[in-house]
């Protein structure tokens, strides 16, 4: 039996009458459809893309790009909200209290350099903005003309944004402590779908894992 397919014919935007009113009108009820958000697209802040940008980059770019691969918060909402209240030198962590869900207030270590941004940035400063600036906020709140001008100067994609440096952060994580839960707190995710979505396993690894063992299999 061959398959018979329904075609419906759109009326002319002109054309008036019931029968066009009435095809408008199923139109207009017909819901949207969401589209699968494309996976892949987001490509990472590494560390070749760093040392390319920390070249052309100025302060206070600078230490953003350092703390937020070493990080991995988000940069509008965490970042530049920093404050120095909630860094504990004891610890080596820095707490994040503003968040719209409860895994989103958490605690994130600081690594040697992180460490030592930080120390330099604040100095004997004990409150405070850590990115105080000229703004009706009272702290930094964009870096997007500085880090256009860093990336083009470094010869880097326009698809590379600041906030690449999280996906890194995430990749890398997961790729050294193979701790997805781990990675989950330290990013604020609840769920381990939206976690994945920071990870880009690097093809080298999967390359890797296919050969261990099988070196006595090549092909003659």
Same mark, same amino acid.
Not at 187 to 202: C, E, F, K, L
């Given at each position: 039996? +061959?398959?018979?397919? &329904? ?8 054309? /008036? $009458?019931? *029968? !066009? %009113? ?34 052309? +980059?100025?302060?206070? &770019? ?8 070493? /990080? $991995?918060? *988000? !940069? %509008? ?144």
């Amino acid at each position: 039996m +061959a398959n018979e397919f &329904l075609v419906f014919r759109l009326p002319e935007p002109w054309a /008036t $009458g019931e *029968r !066009n %009113r009435i095809a408008w009108g199923l139109i207009g009820g017909v819901p949207r459809i969401r589209l699968m958000k494309e996976l892949g697209r987001s490509i990472r802040l590494d560390e070749e893309a760093e040392r390319k940008l920390l070249a052309y +980059a100025r302060q206070p &770019l600078r230490d953003v790009i350092i703390l937020m691969r070493d /990080t $991995g918060m *988000r !940069n %509008r909402k965490e970042l530049f909200r920093m404050r120095i209240e909630n860094l504990d030198w004891n610890t080596r962590t820095i707490f994040v209290p503003d968040s719209k869900t409860p895994t989103g207030r958490r605690y994130i270590p600081m690594s040697d350099r992180v460490l030592d941004v930080l120390m330099i940035r604040c100095g004997e400063r004990r409150e405070g903005w850590v990115f105080p600036a000229n703004s009706a906020a009272g702290h930094l709140t964009t870096l997007d003309k500085q880090f256009r001008a860093a990336r083009k100067a470094a010869g880097l994609p326009k698809n590379l944004v600041l906030y690449s440096a999280r996906h890194d952060f995430g990749t890398r994580v997961l790729q050294k402590t193979g701790n997805l839960a781990a990675v989950m707190r330290v990013m604020g995710h609840s769920d381990p779908r939206i976690a994945m979505h920071y990870q880009h396993p690097d093809l080298e690894l999967i390359r890797h894992g296919l050969n261990v063992g099988s070196s006595d299999a090549r092909v003659q």
